[in-house]
Every structure is written in structure tokens, then in C-alpha cells.
């Protein structure tokens, strides 16, 4: 599957953004879908992932009470809603698949497609 993020930009911090990814195929509901992302110097490190319908949810504890991870099957589309952004969310978020939906992984390296990434900058 094709993977494009969009919705990046730059927001002072508390502010909000909502970032999209879009997969291109039919098959996008047979996937488990995930939000990394990856500050510079940084290692890429998980965000947030949702089951293929949607049932399951998991966001790392860094973010939990400030991000949401949600689907539209119909429209082949992932979002990760993120709230009372801080400086240290500044990073280059990525949207991957997992054919695999037995598990709902935090692992990256358990993802089959990855998107090319969306800058988010963070101004105190």
C-alpha cells in the first residue's frame, strides 16, 4: 500500500494540528495502521496505532493525553489529532502499515509501508 502524510506545518505550542495519511488500494481495511515519528539526531519512535477496524488503539504514554489516532475506511485515511502541542513534539511523523493484524504493534520495524513523512515544527 501507498502511504501519503499530509497536515504538517508549524504551530506555536498548545496549539493543535491534525494530521492525515492517505493510502492508496482497496485492501487500506486489511491493514493495522500506525504514527511514528522522528525528531533530528533522534531515533524513530511510535506514536500511536489503530486496528484495522478501528476497535483498537494504542498511544504511546508520552502523548496519551494529548493524542488521538483514528480511521475512515471508506475513505483510506489514518489521523493522528494531536492537542497542547509541545516543542518536543517537533518532528517528522510517518504513517505505517501492517498486514499483519493479529498484533498491534509498537514496533517499527514490523511495518511493511511506510509514507515519505509530514514536518511538524513546535514554537514556544
Known amino acids: 500500500v501507498q502511504l501519503v502524510e499530509y497536515g504538517g506545518g508549524s504551530v506555536q505550542a498548545g496549539g493543535s494540528l491534525r494530521l492525515s495519511c492517505a493510502a492508496s488500494g482497496r485492501t487500506f481495511s486489511s491493514y493495522n495502521m500506525a504514527w511514528f515519528r522522528q525528531a533530528p539526531g533522534k531515533e524513530r519512535e511510535f506514536v500511536a496505532v489503530?486496528?484495522?477496524?478501528?476497535?483498537?488503539?494504542y498511544v504511546a504514554e508520552s502523548v496519551r493525553s494529548r493524542f488521538t489516532i483514528s480511521r475512515d475506511n471508506a475513505k483510506n485515511t489514518v489521523y493522528l489529532q494531536m492537542n497542547s502541542l509541545k516543542p518536543e513534539d517537533a518532528a517528522v511523523y510517518y504513517c505505517?502499515?501492517?498486514?499483519?493484524?493479529?498484533?498491534?504493534?509498537?514496533?517499527?520495524?514490523?511495518?511493511?509501508?511506510w509514507g515519505q513523512g509530514t514536518l511538524v515544527t513546535v514554537s514556544s
Open positions: 489503530i486496528s484495522w477496524g478501528g476497535s483498537r488503539t
Open positions: 505505517a502499515a501492517d498486514k499483519n493484524i493479529v498484533r498491534v504493534s509498537s514496533t517499527s520495524r514490523e511495518y511493511n509501508d
